[in-house]
């Protein structure tokens, strides 16, 4: 990847005010109107739940969602909930450059790990960042 590319984005934690410039590009993950997006955000946020920007030109780009979780089975550690560039974006280092900033976070907070639910697509992304799949399956019940 072009160095001059990733460090002419900036990555920064996005407040409240900001979260509806989020919303174009969540929507392109997330299939949510605008009023419910802000909804769940401002309800998520409550429990620690941030909004991440990577910025080029001042033009929000991609978006990351992550929130501290401590469980007894896991300890203390980073999920990740949403990553989206847009579309114009990918291969710019705009992912990399958010989960740089969320592993950072991680750290700076001694969690001991970072987490994440990944769609099929996104799989190889995150290899290449040395994730691993967790031999854990997830389960659900539609209530």
Not at 42 to 60: I, K, M, N
Not at 71 to 100: F, K, N, P, Q
Not at 135 to 141: I, R, V
Request: aromatic residues 8%.
């Amino acid at each position: 990847m072009n160095a001059s590319l990733r460090a002419a984005i900036s990555i920064r934690r996005l407040l409240p005010v900001e979260w509806p410039q989020a919303f174009p590009v969540i929507s392109q993950l997330r299939k949510l109107d605008e009023a419910e997006f802000l909804r769940r955000t401002l309800r998520q946020s409550y429990s620690g739940y941030e909004l991440v920007g990577a910025f080029r030109g001042g033009e929000l780009i991609g978006v990351l969602g992550m929130r501290p979780v401590h469980t007894l089975a896991r300890g203390a550690y980073l999920h990740v909930d949403d990553l989206v560039v847009v579309a114009e974006a990918r291969g710019s280092g705009a992912g990399h450059a958010l989960m740089d900033y969320a592993e950072a976070d991680a750290r700076a907070r001694d969690m001991s790990a970072v987490f994440l639910d990944a769609r099929p697509e996104a799989v190889s992304f995150y290899e290449s960042r040395d994730f691993a799949l967790h031999p854990a399956p997830s389960m659900k019940k539609i209530l």
